[in-house]
């Protein structure tokens, strides 16, 4: 496999880890132990029938608490480092042997993709929250396990055209944060 592939698909399960791991999980868990499609040696990780099962288990428990309103805030509050701790495990399982600083900057790497995922996701859920209706909570959720399911085979089957919507999405993310710090600062202004 070459490096860019290698890299697509790390980038593109990390940053897919951070919204849902254990979708992520699962996809990578399925397409390595049914062969959809080629995978290095490497992924054979996540093909055992326990790791694919807890994770699908855990799938149907974070469907559920995903669709309760300020439930899913609190899901997504105790996987603020779950998330992040699995898209690490996961990068360094995707690079497979390597030097250990390799593995440390792809560990590092995959955890920071998976926590700007997170914080996005989570962020936009406590902004939901503060909705009346319960129908805004739902179209997210069913938008991000969408997101994460196509992610995660684009990861399998494109994983540069993964790398760049990554890459895409992580410019996103930051012009966001910069823009909502900005508003907040000036905000804090006003009120002096």
Same mark, same amino acid.
């Given at each position: ?88 495990? =996961? @990068?360094? #399982?995707? &690079?497979?042997? $390597?030097?250990?600083? /390799?593995?440390? %900057?792809? *560990? ?43 992610l995660g085979v684009l990861a399998?089957?494109?994983? =540069? @055209?993964? #790398?760049? &919507?990554?890459? $895409?999405?992580?410019? /996103?993310?930051? %012009?966001? *944060? ?8 000036n905000r804090r202004k006003r009120?002096?």
């Open positions: 496999m070459d490096l860019l592939t290698t890299l697509g698909r790390t980038l593109g399960f990390s940053f897919a880890a951070g919204v849902n791991l254990y979708a992520t999980v699962a996809i990578m868990g399925l397409a390595s132990r049914y062969q959809w499609v080629a995978l290095p040696e490497q992924f054979r990780i996540f093909d055992n029938k326990w790791i694919i099962g807890a994770a699908l288990a855990m799938y149907v428990v974070e469907f559920v608490a995903d669709k309760i309103p300020w439930v899913d805030s609190v899901w997504d509050a105790v996987h603020t480092v779950i998330r992040p701790a699995g898209a690490a495990l =996961i @990068a360094v #399982a995707s &690079i497979g042997h $390597a030097r250990p600083e /390799v593995q440390a %900057a792809a *560990a590092l790497a995959g955890a920071a993709l998976a926590s700007s995922s997170h914080f996005a996701k989570a962020g936009t859920r406590v902004a939901a929250n503060t909705s009346p209706e319960p129908f805004s909570n739902w179209i997210l959720s069913l938008s991000e396990d969408g997101f994460v399911i196509a399998l089957t494109h994983p =540069i @055209a993964a #790398a760049v &919507i990554v890459i $895409a999405g992580v410019a /996103v993310i930051l %012009a966001s *944060a910069s823009w909502l710090w900005k508003k907040l600062k009120r002096r």
